[in-house]
């Protein structure tokens, strides 16, 4: 597996970088009670961007119980209001 200095030496400019993290965060109701995973990916992904790296984050949400949650994904979820970069759009992709 590759570091980020690594890939800060390599050039990632341009290119896609894919990211898997741990995003699992507990939750009450809605709301979010410990952003914790959030705030600790939130540096890695900032310096993959402003190296210039098109930044693909991937992650779940609980445990499948059948039914979907649209927390975290589209348009006004809460991954929006948790970009690392004030002005840099967050664009999301719920799959399956």
């Not at 597996?1 to 990211?19: N, P, S, W, Y």
């Not at 949650?69 to 999301?92: E, F, W």
């Amino acid at each position: 597996m590759k570091t980020i200095d690594d890939l800060a030496t390599e050039g990632v400019a341009g290119k896609r970088v894919f990211v898997r993290a741990d995003l699992n965060v507990p939750l009450d109701g809605t709301t979010i009670t410990d952003d914790g995973r959030i705030r600790a990916v939130a540096p890695t992904i900032a310096k993959l961007a402003g190296l210039g790296a098109k930044v693909i984050v991937a992650s779940h949400l609980g445990r499948p119980k059948g039914a979907r949650t649209h927390l975290l994904a589209g348009p006004g979820g809460r991954a929006a209001r948790r970009d690392p970069r004030p002005g840099r759009g967050v664009r999301h992709r719920h799959g399956r």
